[in-house]
């Protein structure tokens, strides 16, 4: 993987629209069709969201994006806080089969990174969250 962008910034929601732009730019860079550059959005801003909604427990902390490729032009991001551990790959799916009245509140934020993105790994390392994803230019067919 070669790093094309690297950034880090305050986990606030001031700064929701800096780390988007990166995302969007990078992917359009990259060559991704329109609907593969939404997914990446919506999966990112989901990441993004949570973790400057709920990493800090309201005190202030940063969080750094790293964006890289690969030779295929699969692009792989990275998002690292040193936030409270959170491991959002084993959030339990939703049950969409539910009532609504029924159902748990959230969750379905992970679940849209988890159907959107591919290779999808958490890890804690030196006090920090990593959460690495990967958009492949081309999906496999379900």
Known sequence: MATIVEIKLPATLGRLAEFMNVVTSSAVSQGFTPDRISEIELATEEALVNIMNYAYE????????????????????????????????????????AELDDRNVGGLGVFFIKQLMDDITYSRQDDMNILRYTAYKERPQL
Do not use: C, H, Y
């Open 58 to 97: 309201g005190n202030s902390g940063d969080l750094q994006m790293i964006i890289s490729t690969d030779a295929s032009g699969n692009m792989r991001i990275e998002l690292i806080d040193k936030g409270v551990p959170f491991d959002s790959t084993a959030v339990a799916e939703p049950d969409l089969e």
